[in-house]
């Protein structure tokens, strides 16, 4: 199996602060006993014992689980009022989203002012260049977003939990509008700004691909003239990002400073070639399917060599780096056919790339189970464009929940796999990929399990 994820690095010393620290850091008013707290979380199911627990006020009120905090543990509370369901110690203020916010932005400028910041954004690909850059500069000294938690509560929280010994903090930035990004940059002050590509993500919000490049590039407005940019130079909207910056800047991908030549691929797409780079020439390989898994494999080899000055050990982590997980994620089984778990999200530009890496692998059939893209201009053209290519791919496409890929959606993709095409009795390859909100793993884990 190819995959498996990368999450959060534990290093050496977890970070501990005081409830007078948090209380200081927000302008918050601080009831109960100054005790020292172990991290913090919004979810009450997570928390570890000692932490801060932030009762953040979204779909749910977070108040609502301040006694279920209390009983896992929690020694504080961030709350916007008090509760004495709650912890003991509670720091008040008036709302805590914000209230996070500031207390990362502080954390970021007292705790980790020697550590070097790396944001990552773009509309495909940023996960899978923060997990590979988490990767190849080594898990001692990294610290990243657990899963995609990259918005307004993920990005803050990550900070918070990072521990005081952490080299590089490598932070994944979400965007679904204009000035996000923005702020998000001024919570983390990154010192390296990576931009994977623009694509049609969003593109319903920000008014198509001209909307996404001006919020992407938000980033690279944010990086200081000490700071740098890594763009991807094979697309002409992020390489026109260097224009917005007085940092420096290092392009990746096609024909720029950071490439890839002689480049093969394996039974399942994963990549082999060479690297050349200002910090040298070398061979590299890569353990993850998909032509589009270079570019990312480039970006995360070119923040190696901005940090360490070189790729040497950068190219022997890259060999055996995993990212995380339905992304991608190649299951095989004892018959010889194979699922390409690739559910947590999707867009055109990363549809095309899938089933691209799809027909790349060896089977006697490709197929692919689709369900909707979410948040894209013109879902109807959108779709019916994604099943164009696949037919030129010659990869047959059950639709699930949407009948916007032309024909009517399919009840159970299952049986049609496994009695259409002779799945788990032949070498067939399946797809399955869909925006989040459609839930596609479940698909996965039946046909695992036939």
Request: glycine share 10%; with cysteine.
């Amino acid at each position: 199996m190819t995959g498996g994820g990368t999450q959060t690095t534990v290093l050496s010393t977890l970070v501990e602060f005081r409830a007078s620290d948090v209380a200081g850091m927000t302008n918050g008013v601080l009831i109960g006993p100054d005790v020292v707290l172990s991290g913090l979380d919004f979810d009450s199911r997570d928390l570890r014992s000692g932490s801060l627990f932030v009762a953040l006020v979204a779909e749910r009120d977070g108040h609502v689980f301040l006694a279920d905090a209390r009983s896992r543990g929690a020694k504080a509370a961030l709350v916007d009022r008090h509760s004495p369901e709650g912890p003991e110690t509670q720091v008040v203020v008036p709302d805590t989203l914000a209230a996070l916010g500031r207390l990362a932005t502080a954390m970021r400028a007292e705790r980790l002012a020697d550590a070097t910041v790396v944001a990552v954004t773009g509309s495909v690909g940023k996960t899978s260049v923060k997990d590979l850059t988490a990767a190849v500069l080594g898990a001692d000294r990294t610290w990243s977003n657990p899963r995609s938690f990259n918005n307004d509560q993920g990005l803050p929280y990550t900070i918070v939990n990072a521990p005081a010994d952490t080299r590089t903090l490598i932070l994944e930035m979400g965007m679904r509008g204009f000035g996000e990004i923005t702020r998000l940059c001024g919570i983390a002050a990154p010192d390296i700004g990576v931009v994977t590509r623009v694509g049609e993500a969003h593109t319903e919000r920000l008014g198509g691909l001209e909307g996404v490049a001006r919020a992407k590039g938000e980033l690279v407005e944010a990086l200081s003239p000490s700071g740098t940019a890594v763009l991807n130079a094979s697309d002409p909207m992020v390489w026109a990002m260097r224009h917005r910056t007085d940092a420096s800047v290092v392009g990746f991908s096609g024909d720029s400073d950071v490439r890839a030549s002689d480049v093969v691929f394996d039974d399942i797409m994963c990549a082999s070639g060479v690297v050349r780079t200002p910090w040298g020439v070398a061979p590299f390989r890569l353990g993850i399917p998909g032509a589009h898994m270079v570019d990312n494999a480039l970006a995360a080899l070119t923040v190696a060599g901005v940090v360490d000055g070189s790729i040497d050990s950068a190219l022997a982590r890259l060999a055996v780096a995993r990212i995380s997980d339905q992304r991608m994620t190649v299951h095989r089984t004892s018959e010889g056919s194979f699922v390409v778990d690739d559910t947590y999200n999707a867009n055109p530009t990363s549809m095309e790339a899938a089933l691209r890496a799809l027909a790349g692998m060896t089977a006697a059939r490709h197929v692919a189970i689709l369900g909707p893209m979410a948040e894209v201009a013109e879902p109807e053209a959108a779709h019916r464009r994604v099943a164009a290519i696949a037919s030129e791919l010659d990869v047959v496409v059950i639709p699930v929940a949407t009948g916007l890929y032309g024909p009517d959606p399919v009840d159970n993709p299952i049986d049609e796999v496994v009695s259409r095409f002779g799945f788990g009795a032949e070498a067939v390859g399946v797809l399955v990929k869909a925006s989040r909100s459609a839930g596609l793993e479940r698909i996965v884990r039946e046909l695992l399990g036939t």
